[in-house]
């Protein structure tokens, strides 16, 4: 049995019936969710795809963990890039809370980390969202479709990316998306310059001077 003293720890303040059904139906949640856990990272331990590493910064906190996805073929071949994942108390009637670590520029991952993966949603109108009977081993495989099979530029949560995409799809399949944000800036500002070059457009074109200084923005926040 995993130790949750730190989740089930009750206020020294908590007093009568009530405080204790509070505390009670807490424990039980986190008692589920954990039992649920053990055998849950079995199995995913045991189908892990290739392409992903699972880490576990407390073996007995088995609701966190880092993974890692590394993609062999695709845009985003070569790259690695970390997701934390957190699984709350009300697992598995709620999904689990995931997000990017690694700064990217992809049409389902915003550039804060927040991503757009249907099962990852509570509600869903076209019925492919969260249910109890998903595990983790989905989350994993969904993660790491992400930058395969489930790469989706027609409905992205980051537009600016899409669109980036929808503007040039031969450059961007050319683009090593590898995770070295100096490479990638540096590719950045030469599409900059390229695509919109200052003596080309005159200086009243709004839509080329907003390209220009989205990309020098972004070298700015990522070129470190």
């Not at 392409?51 to 062999?72: A, E, G, I, M, R």
């Not at 994993?140 to 489930?150: A, M, Y």
Request: glycine content about 4%; some cysteine.
């Amino acid at each position: 049995m995993l130790t949750l003293a730190s989740k089930l720890k009750r206020d020294d303040g908590l007093k009568g019936s009530r405080a204790s059904a509070t505390a009670s139906d807490s424990t039980r949640r986190v008692s589920v969710r954990d039992r649920l856990l053990v055998k849950e990272v079995a199995e995913l331990e045991a189908n892990l795809p290739c392409t992903c590493k699972v880490y576990f910064p407390d073996p007995n906190k088995l609701h966190c963990f880092q993974l890692t996805v590394t993609p062999d073929e695709g845009y985003y071949q070569g790259g690695k890039f970390q997701f934390e994942t957190e699984v709350p108390d009300a697992y598995n009637m709620v999904p689990p809370k995931v997000k990017c670590l690694t700064r990217i520029w992809h049409p389902n991952i915003t550039e804060t980390g927040e991503i757009c993966l249907s099962l990852l949603r509570e509600h869903s109108i076209d019925g492919t969202g969260w249910a109890p009977t998903r595990t983790l081993k989905d989350v994993v495989w969904g993660l790491n479709s992400l930058f395969t099979d489930l790469l989706n530029f027609d409905d992205p949560l980051n537009i600016e990316a899409a669109e980036h995409h929808l503007r040039d799809k031969e450059l961007w399949k050319n683009i090593p998306w590898c995770g070295s944000t100096v490479l990638f800036s540096t590719i950045l500002l030469w599409l900059g310059t390229q695509v919109f070059p200052r003596d080309y457009f005159p200086a009243t074109d709004s839509t080329a001077e907003d390209f220009r200084n989205k990309v020098e923005d972004y070298i700015k926040r990522y070129a470190r």
